[in-house]
């Protein structure tokens, strides 16, 4: 009877561990995703002034949409909190969706090497972006799913690990397919 | 959900070639034992034991994991050698694209981005190989780089990232170079014997060598029924199954049916065999890089004789995937004006 009960507990014990472990290393993966995106949001903060100098000349009527992306940019890049900074990283999003749109409007633009560089540099910022975003979303509900979920939950609530929210996309960039400089005809 | 299946096909694709270095060896073994018993090293008694040195048996064992070793460690570079690949470098904007369209794969798959080559051949195709994620290496052709807009390259590239992900990469490799290397070398050996090979002129001039004339004629023999016997298991042991789920993960990983089935409708109308594929690389490629090889068959027999799924089931499978996702999710309304 004895040994039973040890088995038991030695049993639980195991598996306690186990789902321990388990939140830990999503727990983990969750933050390493989330350094991904902050390495492109980075970077695309650091093209951005160069970008911008590059199509100035060429863009005189799109003063509005220029503006924005610098706004937007400094926005981002002062925000206080986090929930502040992501808004204004949304808006950063769709401003410069809506600058590489205008952009296609601009033939003379598709001359300039500097321009197509880091048009293409942006492009990729961008699209890493988006996916890095899909990536931490995915691994978040697995998180979330498994904060929740019987028997991990009693081990989750035991140690602190809380739910953590999902990036949510800004209305307009929803609208905004990705950035797709190649076909060129898609409106948003 | 997704995570748990990938397991699964990792497991099954180590298993797979575990089983693939374990019958070559087995087979490299029981030849070197048969030219033994030939030159008789190893002979029977008269009580029905063997007796003697077995040591070509030895040494072809030997070889052989010589070999294996050799293929799983410089796999990549034989195959990449084969097909007349060269890195890819950024040299104009469009190859920059390529690059960055594989980094942008690498982040939506969450795995270390591998190496890129290009082959200069005008048909557009794709493959990737490798022995592990942190060692694999994506291979395009010029053609598939001219033809493809960015999003249908993100398709073909997601493709190839999910051959990575699930270690289908390196049972395909060792395929290739195992398999196919014998496939390779039985032609071969085939062809010399036929067309002016030593035997043709021993016959005339010689008269000593008579054993070793002998042995040569029976591991030729021996080569070339084994030849064909090699090539259909290559296209047996390669399963159709893993090109419909690269195509599945690759649109785990775009979220977009439509671009990985516009590239290959795209590639679908373009009949135009790839100049250095081979049997032997043939089932590494995202379509069948062999002339006359896309017949839209699929029986029993097509079955077991293809290393690829007719295109149009493909096509039929991602078009059943798109109706499923635009009658619940946001992409409803573009599919619809499509």
């Not at chain 2, 060896?25 to 030939?38: I, K, V």
């Amino acid at each position: 009877m004895g040994l039973v009960i040890i088995i038991v507990i030695a049993a639980l014990v195991v598996a306690a561990v186990g789902g321990y472990n388990s939140l830990v290393s999503l727990r983990n993966q969750v933050q390493n995703a989330w350094a991904q995106i902050d390495v492109q949001l980075k970077r695309r903060h650091d093209l951005i002034p160069n970008l911008i100098e590059a199509v100035k000349g060429y863009m005189q009527f799109e003063r509005d949409t220029l503006t924005q992306v610098v706004e937007a940019r400094a926005h981002a890049i002062s925000a206080p909190d986090q929930a502040s900074r992501v808004q204004a990283e949304n808006q950063l999003t769709a401003g410069l969706g809506r600058l590489l749109a205008v952009m296609e409007n601009y033939p003379q633009l598709k001359s300039d090497q500097t321009v197509l560089r880091l048009q293409e540099e942006l492009t990729t910022t961008e699209n890493q972006l988006s996916f890095a975003r899909q990536a931490y979303n995915d691994l978040v509900m697995r998180l979330n799913t498994r904060i929740e979920v019987f028997p991990t939950n009693l081990i989750a609530t035991q140690f602190g690990f809380h739910e953590v929210e999902l990036l949510k996309a800004a209305p307009e960039d929803q609208a905004v397919p990705k950035v797709d400089l190649s076909l060129g005809t898609k409106q948003a | 959900m997704a995570a748990a299946d990938f397991w699964a096909l990792e497991r099954t694709n180590r298993r797979e070639t575990a089983l693939l270095v374990g019958t070559f060896l087995a087979l490299f073994t029981a030849l070197g034992f048969g030219l033994d018993l030939l030159i008789g090293e190893v002979y029977f008694t008269d009580t029905g034991g063997l007796a003697g040195m077995p040591f070509l048996t030895g040494a072809a064992l030997i070889v052989g994991i010589i070999q294996a070793l050799a293929s799983y460690y410089g796999g990549a570079r034989l195959v990449l050698a084969s097909v007349h690949a060269r890195e890819l470098t950024p040299d104009t904007q469009q190859h920059q694209t390529v690059l960055n369209v594989i980094q942008e794969m690498a982040v939506a798959a969450q795995m270390p981005v591998p190496r890129a080559y290009l082959i200069d051949d005008p048909a557009p195709n794709a493959f990737a190989t490798g022995r592990d994620p942190a060692h694999s290496v994506i291979c395009v052709t010029q053609g598939l780089v001219n033809t493809m807009d960015r999003e249908e390259l993100q398709g073909v590239i997601g493709h190839e990232m999910a051959h990575i992900r699930d270690y289908d990469i390196r049972t395909m490799m060792m395929i290739a170079v195992l398999v196919g290397g014998i496939a390779m070398l039985a032609d071969f050996v085939y062809r010399w014997m036929w067309f002016g090979g030593p035997s043709a002129r021993r016959r005339s001039n010689s008269e000593g060598g008579g054993s070793a004339g002998a042995l040569i004629m029976v591991i030729v023999l021996l080569l070339a029924v084994l030849a064909p016997i090699f090539s259909q298991l290559l296209a047996m042991a390669v399963s159709r199954e893993r090109e419909y789920l690269a195509d599945a993960t690759s649109v785990e990983f775009t979220r977009n049916p439509r671009a990985l089935l516009r590239a290959l409708e795209t590639i679908a109308t373009v009949e135009s065999p790839l100049r250095n594929a081979s049997r032997g690389t043939a089932h590494l490629f995202i379509v069948n890089p062999l002339e006359g090889a896309r017949e839209d068959k699929e029986g029993f027999l097509d079955n077991l004789l293809s290393t690829h799924p007719p295109l149009s089931r493909r096509i039929a499978r991602l078009q059943a995937l798109l109706a499923q996702t635009s009658t619940e999710g946001t992409a409803s309304t573009q599919a619809a004006s499509h």
